[in-house]
């Protein structure tokens, strides 16, 4: 084996957070390493985020053809061209691969080795031939589909989500096991573009938000035709012709469904099987790898972040972990990592954005909170959308400081971003009675929410008298 390189960073993934920690340290001139065994990019780009959200956006342009009417325009059931529908989705994916390519990287001053990167010692790694010796180490490696311990699933034909985007053909009936944002969001896509859905699920759709967003979410898959059948058991799969039998166990009967396809959307587990954790006397479990708030790992040289610490998964936030790292690692300076500052959003239609702490975690948290909601239904730029689905739901202690939002409908993923830089600003919903929106735009039912916190109070006795002696006065 060649010289061991000896970088200031050693980055093992190149995912979101992997990339983002590899491309500030070369910014600032530090030696970095990135290991990466598979696709550059990360699940986010290849399967995930990426191809789902240019999936949903050619199933809202075939649901615009067939709901056309409520504009005066005649409505037609789609023409969908499935193999063109997948060509776009990795045209958008070609689109964004040069921004995280090694060739860029490479550009960029970055040592990029293609190959799975192992600890061998605490202070060491191996990717195919070379050896690494960096003084930190960054995990990144993102996470892997979790399939669920189903009778016959081994000898079953199945698709997961990483798999899903080499389906040639539209299915006929897609079953998904799993009502999760993704088992969601891929449910509306497909039936968008034609085909039966089934999804399939142990709990109530989104079971990790808040009840009343999930079932205004599971209201609108269900109007579309998706059919969800929650609170059942799956007590087996099996090959039926060309298509799979699953039957299923509601605890009062047995019953089964036949689908064309099976997808399994059961959520993600982090990948970690052959970083030789051990070797570098790092601490991890079934839901990942341990790290401090600092995402410092057991292993004092070494740092973990993205999915495979084993919290929420998303891509922003491996990115924010990166920039994290970059300060501690690179610049010594304290940090420390909020999850309750990270918001999530679920991109069916309605959207359903979230940040901070859900309705029952604030009241477990807190003494007192106060509850405020809108309608978008009263929202005039909704009204002119005929897209008046979902609402506003603001928590907060009772002098108003914000303690969490969530947001079902048109566009509430960019709504939430005022939100999110009010709650990492620690505000007061009062903020958002003090600037001007534009009209007329959805994003102002932020402001009616916060007017309405405060109309019990402009409407009290004492407020009254106040106002009856200012006219006294003159």
Request: hydrophobic fraction near 50%.
């Amino acid at each position: 084996m060649a010289q061991p390189l000896t970088p200031d960073l050693c980055v093992i993934g190149a995912g979101a957070g992997g990339l983002t920690v590899a491309a500030a340290a070369a910014a600032l001139g530090v030696p970095v390493v990135v290991i990466e065994r598979h696709r550059m990019g990360g699940d986010c780009l290849n399967t995930g985020c990426v191809p789902s959200k240019a999936l949903l956006a050619a199933a809202k342009r075939a649901h615009a053809i067939r709901t056309a009417s409520a504009f005066g325009i005649a409505a037609a059931e789609p023409a969908v061209d499935f193999a063109a529908v997948m060509a776009q989705v990795r045209g958008v994916q070609a689109a964004i691969a040069p921004n995280d390519s090694a060739e860029r990287f490479t550009a960029l001053g970055v040592t990029v080795i293609r190959a799975e990167g192992r600890f061998v010692a605490p202070d060491r790694v191996v990717a195919g031939d070379a050896e690494i010796a960096a003084r930190r180490f960054v995990i990144a490696t993102g996470s892997v589909p979790a399939i669920p311990d189903i009778a016959g699933l081994a000898e079953t034909p199945f698709l997961t989500t990483d798999t899903v985007w080499d389906v040639a053909a539209l299915p006929r009936h897609l079953a998904i096991v799993g009502a999760g944002p993704v088992g969601c969001e891929l449910a509306q896509a497909f039936r968008r573009l034609g085909a039966r859905v089934t999804v399939l699920d142990g709990g109530r759709p989104l079971a990790g938000e808040d009840p009343e967003c999930s079932a205004a979410v599971a209201a609108a898959l269900a109007h579309e035709g998706v059919e969800l059948r929650t609170g059942i058991r799956i007590a087996g799969v099996r090959r039926d012709g060309d298509g799979v039998a699953i039957d299923l166990d509601d605890g009062a009967q047995r019953h089964g469904v036949i689908a064309s396809h099976l997808l399994i959307a059961a959520g993600r587990r982090p990948a970690v099987d052959s970083l030789g954790l051990a070797q570098a006397g790092i601490a991890s479990s079934s839901r990942g790898i341990a790290v401090d708030r600092g995402l410092r790992t057991t292993n004092r040289r070494v740092y973990a972040i993205g999915d495979v610490g084993g919290g929420a998964m998303f891509t922003h936030l491996a990115g924010h972990q990166g920039t994290l790292v970059i300060r501690n690692a690179l610049f010594r300076l304290p940090v420390s990592f909020d999850p309750d500052l990270i918001p999530r959003v679920t991109f069916t239609d309605p959207e359903l954005a979230h940040i901070g702490l859900g309705e029952a975690a604030a009241r477990a948290r807190c003494r007192d909170v106060r509850v405020v909601r809108w309608p978008v239904r009263d929202n005039d730029r909704a009204q002119t959308e005929h897209d008046t689905a979902g609402f506003i739901k603001v928590v907060t202690t009772p002098r108003g400081r914000i303690l969490g939002v969530s947001i079902v409908g048109a566009g509430a993923g960019e709504i939430i971003a005022t939100w999110s830089f009010a709650l990492a600003r620690r505000s007061n919903i009062r903020a958002f009675t003090s600037f001007v929106l534009p009209y007329p735009t959805v994003s102002e039912i932020g402001r009616r929410v916060a007017l309405a916190f405060f109309a019990p109070r402009l409407t009290s006795p004492l407020v009254k008298r106040l106002i009856g002696l200012l006219r006294w006065l003159g």
